[in-house]
């Protein structure tokens, strides 16, 4: 039965969201269950292919990553994969009318991370930055208004500052990685060799606008995506806020996490805020 295929895909995109994501799979567990499948067979797409890309060292990076994109359009087309991630992303778009600008776009941004290792312009640095984190706001975005054009528009704009600002504090988080595994440097201007404190704060600074404009959308998303949406936010910000507090050295030398115990209590914090409409 193909519902019974289609009901593991979605399974094998949960599966791949536990395992990758811990702090992004609570963030799930907290949206509505109508909507949670969706949202795992996103993140199974985009962190595949972001695998692909940082992670799959000593094979054909190049020859993978076009070879999942020509396979997503083949379950695009044909309406099932056997590749479940595929399959269950190919159903998600379709359902919640994900236009395929979004998918592009972030594709271009994953194959751009196997030829370009320095941002050095802001466009360069925006482009990037709307490939890889702001579309796949948007395509959560989607989910979230149940394909409502009207509600979609209304939210574009803060959706896609709050996937800036996700992106940029994975940027600063994980500069260590970045720079001396694979060699990029995402931030214009910006000289990773002799980081100090003023770099780290311009940096913050633009993330914390990020927040202060997304947070404005958050606070009028559907009833079923807001507290998952939020619980994300907080748990970002309280990284965001580490970082601040860590020497500019030592987060070039080491990665910046927040416990599962302090996890927990943000979602306990966030749990309260939303129940008092703080939110």
Known sequence: MKELFDTVSFKCSKLVTKNYSTSFSLAVYMLSPSIRDAIYSIYGFVRFADEIVD????????????????????????????????????????????????????????????????????????????????????????????????KYNQLKAEA????????????????????????????PGVDLKSFDEKSKKSIIDEIEEDFKIAYQGIVKLPIEAKFGVYTAYVYYKKLLYKLEKTPSHQIGNARIRVSNYTKFGLLAKSFVSYKLKLV
């Open 55 to 150: 992670s799959f060292h000593g094979y054909d990076k190049e020859f993978l990553i076009n070879d999942f994109e020509k396979e997503y359009y083949k379950a695009y087309k044909a309406g099932i994969s056997l590749n479940p991630i595929l399959n269950s992303f190919q159903h998600t778009v379709k359902e919640y009318n994900i236009t395929d600008d979004l998918v592009q776009a972030f594709m271009k941004s994953m194959k751009l991370d196997l030829v370009k290792q320095n941002y050095d312009s802001q466009e360069e640095y925006n482009e990037y930055i709307y490939g890889s984190a702001d579309v796949v706001g948007l395509m959560c975005l989607k989910v979230f208004v149940k394909g409502n054009e009207e």
């Open 160 to 187: 896609m500052r709050l996937g800036s600002a996700f992106q940029k504090v994975n940027f600063l988080r994980d500069l260590k990685d970045d720079n001396l595994i694979l060699n990029r440097n995402y931030f």
